[in-house]
Structure formats: structure tokens, C-alpha cells
């Protein structure tokens, strides 16, 4: 499972902003999610539907300056992929690919199997650990022992930041960006239980 999460991530797109990407009517009011559906928002050219670029109010609708183009709330240029990334948590060099709307979900299956693969080798790596105090012939070094329950602490400790990330609705950059003067509740913020469904439904 390790493997295939780990595929899946590095080969699913993590979805691109389209485009001819142009908000929505309900998208420059604030009261639709352009991540909702299969087409982003994406409005045909020429119909009353699309917003002209000038006519938004909202202010979650961006402008990418490297992009040169319009971008959704929530969405962030990635200068190592050179575009936009909707609902973008990072770019991670691990997987060599942006971790974005599309495949977070398997980002995070990774991250859940990869922590139960290492507990798994650590109890594994642990009766071989005790023989190293009871045997004086045993040649083996507790290195790999601590290398593994390392790495498990380590990735342990990203997935749990993460499912908590989840929980509030939340991109890294978001958790990054926020301004925590305010105490303002997160707009996209829908309860933990339509989060986490949310996220199992994208990917």
C-alpha cells in the first residue's frame, strides 16, 4: 500500500487551474467554492455566466502574476511546476510533484501507510534490538533500530499535522499565511466531520 499511495501521488495531477478558468457569479460573491464539480468554475466564454476580470469584488479571486491570468480562491502558483495549483498544501520534493486538490487524499494515504509500515518495522527491529543486550556474539548495531523509530517519529508527526490541517480545512500555505491577531473563524472552515469528507471526496 506504501508503493501504490506513493505512485498515485507522484503520478496524479494535482489539478491545474484550467485555462480559461473565469469565476462565477456566486464565485465573486463569496458564496460558491470553485472546487465543487468537475469544471472548477469554468464558465463558456461569451455567456453571461463569466465575470469580466475587472467586475469581481471578492476578494479571495486573485490575479497570478506569473500566470498572467486569473486564479480561484485558494489556489497558488507553484514556481517549481510553473503554474497555478488548486487548493495547493505544498510542493514536495519526496514525491517530485505539487500536493494540491486532487491528490492530497492520496498524499495523505501515504503518509498514514508509510507511518504503519515503520511502526511495523520497528517491532520487527525490536526483539533483534534486545538480543544485542543479552548475546555478546550479536554484530548487529542498534543504528536501525533508531534510524526507523526516527523516520516513524518524523512522518508520525507530519500526518498528525496534516489530519489536523484536515480537520480545520486547511492548506500548509493557509496554516502558514493566517494571521493569528484576528481569532477569526476560517471562512471554509465547515465543521471537522464535512472536512474530512470533503478531502475523501476529492482524489
Known amino acids: 500500500m506504501v508503493l501504490w499511495t506513493y505512485a498515485t501521488v507522484v ?13 462565477l457569479r456566486e464565485e465573486e460573491k463569496g458564496d460558491a467554492d470553485p ?10 466564454i461569451g455567456t453571461n455566466q463569466s465575470a469580466v476580470p475587472g467586475d469581481f469584488k471578492n476578494l479571495d479571486i486573485g490575479f497570478c502574476l506569473k500566470c498572467n491570468r486569473l486564479k480561484p480562491p485558494r489556489a497558488h502558483h507553484c514556481s517549481i511546476c510553473n503554474r497555478c495549483i488548486l487548493k495547493m498544501d505544498h510542493h514536495c520534493g519526496w514525491v ?8 492530497y ?13 515503520a511502526i511495523l518495522v520497528c ?10 543486550f543479552n548475546d555478546d556474539e550479536v554484530d548487529l548495531t542498534p543504528g536501525k533500530l533508531a534510524a526507523t ?10 500526518l498528525i499535522m496534516h489530519i489536523t490541517l484536515v480537520g480545520a ?15 477569526l473563524t476560517w471562512r471554509y472552515d465547515l465543521g471537522w466531520k464535512k472536512n474530512y469528507e470533503q478531502r475523501r471526496s476529492c482524489g
Open 96 to 103: 517530485a510533484n505539487c500536493v494540491g486538490a486532487l491528490n
Open 11 to 23: 503520478l496524479t495531477d494535482p489539478g491545474g487551474v484550467p485555462l480559461n478558468w473565469r469565476p
Open 149 to 158: 523509530f526516527i523516520a516513524f517519529v518524523s512522518v508520525l508527526g507530519f
Open 169 to 183: 480545512n486547511r492548506t500548509t500555505i493557509e496554516f502558514q499565511a493566517k494571521d493569528k491577531k484576528t481569532g
Open 105 to 117: 487524499k492520496s498524499f495523505l494515504l501515504f503518509l498514514f501507510y508509510t507511518s504503519l509500515a
Open 35 to 44: 472546487l465543487v464539480g468537475l469544471g472548477y468554475g469554468i464558465a463558456k
Open 123 to 132: 517491532l520487527a527491529l525490536l526483539r533483534v534490538f534486545m538480543e544485542i
